[in-house]
Structures are given as C-alpha cells and as structure tokens.
C-alpha cells in the first residue's frame, strides 16, 4: 500500500523543453552562433551530452564559461519558467491521490526558491504537496535524500514511492531505501533509465498511476 510519493518536478510532472531550448538557443543567438534544432538538442540532452559537446555543434565551445553564466541568469527568471508545461493529467492525478489520503512530497533541485513557488502557484499545483522541498542545482542525490528523509516514517519506507527521470533520483530512493519508479518522458532515454534497474520504469505519470501504482 502505497502512503507517501515523493515527485522530482522537472520531467514527471513538468515539460521543461521549450524552456531549456530557448535558454540554450537565445544565449547563443545573441552571440552569433547558430543553435542546433529543438529536436537534436534535446536528443542530445536526454542521451546526457555535456554541456561542452554541445556548444562544440556551433562551434560555440569558446564561450562555455560565458554560456554558463548566462544560462545559470536565465533558467529560472519567470520569464523562462513560463515556457514550461504541466504532462498530461498531472493535476488530476494528484488530486486523485490527495483523495485516497496520499501524502505527496514535491523534491526538486532549484536554485530560486521564489520563483519556484510562483511557478508552482501559476500552475495551480502549490495546494497539492503536503511539502516542498528544494535543493540547488549543484548538489547529487544524496543530498536531495537527505532533505526528503525527515519527512518519511522510518517505520513505513515500504509505504513510499519516488517518482523521478534521472540517476539522482534513482540514488536518492535508495539512499533511503525506498522504491523508485523512473518515467522516460523527462531528462533521460528509456535505455539509461533501464541500465539502472529501477523498481518501476513507466512512460509518464500517467502510466504509473494507472498501471504501476496499485502494483507496488
């Protein structure tokens, strides 16, 4: 019986990539390089290029510091968080699980804490975490374990379920020895995900909750 789901944002309940390419390809742009299209950037993202291999595509590697600071400036303005968009059928998802009496715990790895609350309130999801917590953008997994695991039982680890799109997710669930559904519609391929066993490997939200929760 599952009690308690700890939600990564980016990837499981938000489509980030219109936000990422616009960052990526108005940096570069304004510094007269031109950016690869949406689709092989991303490609290039969930296969986890570095940051240096893809500047190298515009032959823009020669300002990856200066890339890296102004990408740092704008991911998280407002006006870049905008572009981003709920999956499908995240919001009545949640409010399906608020009604069974699941706790929800939102873990997410930001660096503007304000302007993550003010995303969250446009989206009309803020009412529907019992917590949020965040953790910056630099820190690994065992950190992002680290904030979540006051808020669980430790009597009860097998009543929680994290659901997250990357290896940090991965290594925070079994840091703290709980069970992680990885979803492919986020920052990773299928493939990777697979490679790193999972409990769960589900298309998106809407594939755990109609055919994996009630499994776990």
Known sequence: MIRTIVLDLDGPLLDGIQRHYHCYSRILGMRGFEPIPVDLYWEKKRNRVDRRALLSLSHAAGIYDEFLAAWLSMIETRESLALDRLQTGVVEILERWKLRGVKL????????????????????????????VVVGSAEAGANKSAEIGPHLERSRLDEVVWVGDTEVDIQAARDLGVKI???????????????????????????FAENGFNDL
Not at 106 to 132: C, K, P, S, Y
Not at 188 to 206: F, G, I, Q, V
């Open 181 to 207: 559904c990885a979803v492919t519609c986020g920052l990773r391929t299928s493939e990777y995900l697979a490679s790193l066993h999972p409990d769960m490997l589900k298309a998106n939200l809407t594939d």
């Open 105 to 132: 715990l939102l873990a997410t790895m930001r660096n503007h804490t304000a302007n993550l609350h003010w995303q969250l309130g446009e989206l009309g999801i803020v009412r529907l975490f019992d917590r949020i």
